[in-house]
């Protein structure tokens, strides 16, 4: 995944905040997700369409994290979504 590519959502799921985490679920596959800390936090920044470089941007901009580690993270965070074919 590279910085310019652009992170859109595929899929609509059914998400719920509990106490500070978000439970996700994808009725097409009946799978259910949790999200919590810095997920909980790039998923709320990709409810619209951003480039990875700009998720990066905002949440090393909000919390105390390098930009190296806070990419390396936001990467594999992405990746996994696109695995699951919710990006």
Request: glycine share 6%; charged share 35%.
């Amino acid at each position: 995944m590279e910085l310019s590519d652009v992170v859109k959502l595929k899929k609509d799921l059914n998400v719920t905040d509990l106490s500070g985490e978000k439970v996700m679920i994808d009725f097409e596959s009946g799978k259910y997700f949790m999200l919590k800390g810095a997920g909980n936090a790039i998923w709320d920044i990709i409810q619209e369409e951003i480039t990875v470089e700009g998720i990066i941007d905002k949440l090393t901009s909000e919390y105390d994290i390098s930009r190296e580690d806070c990419e390396k993270s936001v990467k594999a965070f992405l990746e996994k979504l696109k695995e699951l074919d919710f990006i």
